[in-house]
């Protein structure tokens, strides 16, 4: 995980489901799905497709850890990404959170996580999802040295291991790469983003990893 260091604690770049409660008031609250984005032992980015306005007060759970008390610091602009619509958030713990029991976390998120190590590539091409009970067809939204984001009504669960077929536009060759799934979204999710998985990359064949290497070496990521 690459720390993001422009603020008093540095955040680290995570992507992972995250499941919140908001305090909308005394007796009212409302359950939201959604992606954190970064973490820090201050606070963190979190991505849902509902607006929530300073300085409500939630309670964040990160990929089924503890539950964590924050409240929104900013919110918005709803922006679109390539895996839906979302509105950013920023959220402020209302304890900050130590730096061993932050290291505990992250140690704990670091299996968990699709982590952005590198650029990742918007991108739209069928692939061929190999798995244990035969092969689906699906389509990848996103691409990067490390993983994907493949969109799917029915993702596996996560932890399953798979290997991927497909061929980058412009390019003739097809490529197989082995993968993990290491986090999916149900297309019963309310949490703004498609149906889907974020798969990380095992160990490739040489030649297969140079393709997809000169590949995103010569085409400009977001």
């Known amino acids: 995980m690459s720390p993001i260091a422009t603020r008093r604690h540095?955040?680290?770049q995570i992507y992972l489901p995250s499941h919140?409660?908001?305090?909308?008031?005394?007796?009212?609250?409302?359950?939201?799905?959604?992606?954190?984005d970064t973490v820090g032992q201050g606070g963190l980015r979190l991505l849902i497709p509902t607006l929530l306005a300073p300085p409500m007060q939630i309670t964040i759970s990160i990929a089924g850890e503890d539950p964590l008390g924050a409240h929104v610091v900013w919110s918005g602009p709803t922006r679109r990404t390539d895996l839906g619509i979302v509105v950013p958030h920023g959220l402020r713990f209302l304890e900050e959170i130590s730096e061993v029991v932050f290291g505990n976390?992250?140690?704990?998120?670091r299996g968990k996580?699709?982590?952005?190590?590198?650029?990742?590539?918007?991108?739209?091409?069928?692939?061929?999802?190999?798995?244990?009970?035969?092969?689906?067809?699906?389509?990848?939204l996103n691409l990067s040295a490390g993983g994907a984001f493949i969109t799917t009504p029915s993702p596996p669960a996560v932890g399953e291991e798979l290997h991927l077929f497909f061929t980058?536009?412009?390019?003739?060759?097809?490529?197989?790469?082995?993968?993990?799934?290491?986090?999916?979204?149900?297309i019963r999710s309310s949490n703004g983003f498609q149906p889907g998985m974020g798969i990380a990359f095992g160990a490739a064949d040489t030649e297969e990893a140079s393709a997809l290497e000169r590949y995103l070496t010569?085409?400009?990521p977001r």
């Open 113 to 140: 996580a699709q982590v952005q190590r590198s650029p990742r590539l918007p991108i739209r091409v069928g692939v061929q999802v190999m798995l244990e009970e035969g092969v689906r067809l699906a389509t990848m």
């Open 168 to 186: 980058l536009p412009g390019t003739h060759s097809p490529l197989s790469l082995p993968g993990q799934v290491v986090w999916q979204n149900g």
């Open 105 to 109: 976390l992250l140690a704990a998120l």
């Open 218 to 220: 010569h085409t400009p």
């Open 20 to 36: 919140c409660t908001a305090l909308l008031s005394r007796d009212r609250t409302i359950t939201l799905e959604g992606k954190a």
């Open 10 to 12: 540095p955040r680290t």
